[in-house]
């Protein structure tokens, strides 16, 4: 069954650096989103991304977080200069949203810790 | 703007006994609804759906959910609750007219089985 990939699944950073979060979404899937969950709060939503532009994005998505699609099979979440309070798991999703898909698939997530 | 409730943040249930898992949503249009399972360390992994087809839904797992639009709710329910359901359970909500619409979650409720 398809799936959608997510690595590493745990990454540790110092606060200041850049991290990569990478994800492959499912293969005839257009639609990609990238969401986090703060150890013991809800998932929220942080940006969707579509036809190689971001959709949406929330007030968490400021100019600290870019996304990519560099190769037509990977979709990336990068912060530029992490601090302590962006430890969360990160979960990518995808979706097709066409007739008879209602739903987004979700990768297992990546647990970023920054120390 | 869409959001869903989920009253309760801990249920705990003997094994056996009837679990429900309560969720009211707020939407301006017709909805999607979900309802998604977090066991420990894992990912989010989708139980059942409502896309405005039959109002109760079933999914994996013998849990079920109905959809009553009167009470804007979605609860969630199992008649007999197994040790292995032990998890955190989230209700989402979306918005069916968007094609790249995100899902927007609730803060969670974890279910504890007694023994």
């Known amino acids: 069954e398809p799936e959608v990939t997510q690595t590493p699944s745990h990454q540790v950073t110092q606060m200041g650096q850049e991290v990569i979060l990478r994800c492959v979404p499912i293969?005839?899937?257009?639609?990609f989103y990238w969401y986090r969950q703060i150890l013991g709060q809800k998932v929220e939503f942080l940006v969707s991304?579509?036809?190689?532009?971001?959709?949406?994005k929330s007030e968490i998505f400021d100019d600290q977080f870019s996304v990519e699609r560099p190769d037509g099979s990977n979709f990336t979440l990068k912060i530029r200069s992490t601090k302590l309070e962006d430890s969360a798991m990160y979960f990518c999703?995808?979706?097709?949203f066409g007739e008879g898909n209602t739903e987004a698939f979700f990768g297992q997530g990546t647990r970023l810790t920054v120390v | 703007a869409q959001s869903v409730t989920q009253l309760g943040s801990h249920v705990s249930v003997s094994e056996g006994a009837l679990v429900l898992l309560r969720c009211n949503y707020s939407?301006?249009?017709?909805?999607?609804l979900f309802w998604y399972v977090q066991y420990p360390n894992q990912g989010l992994q989708l139980l059942l759906k409502?896309?405005?087809?039959?109002?109760l839904v079933k999914g994996i797992n013998g849990f079920e959910a109905e959809f009553k639009k009167s009470e804007t709710s979605f609860h969630l329910t199992k008649p007999s609750a197994h040790m292995s359901d032990a998890a955190e359970y989230f209700c989402?909500?979306?918005?069916?007219?968007?094609?790249?619409?995100?899902?927007?979650f609730g803060s969670g409720t974890r279910l504890s089985i007694r023994p």
């Open positions: 999703a995808s979706s097709s």
């Open positions: 293969s005839n899937h257009l639609y």
């Open positions: 991304f579509y036809n190689n532009e971001i959709s949406e």
């Open positions: 939407s301006s249009v017709p909805p999607y």
């Open positions: 409502y896309t405005s087809a039959a109002t």
């Open positions: 989402a909500v979306s918005d069916p007219g968007s094609s790249a619409s995100k899902i927007i």
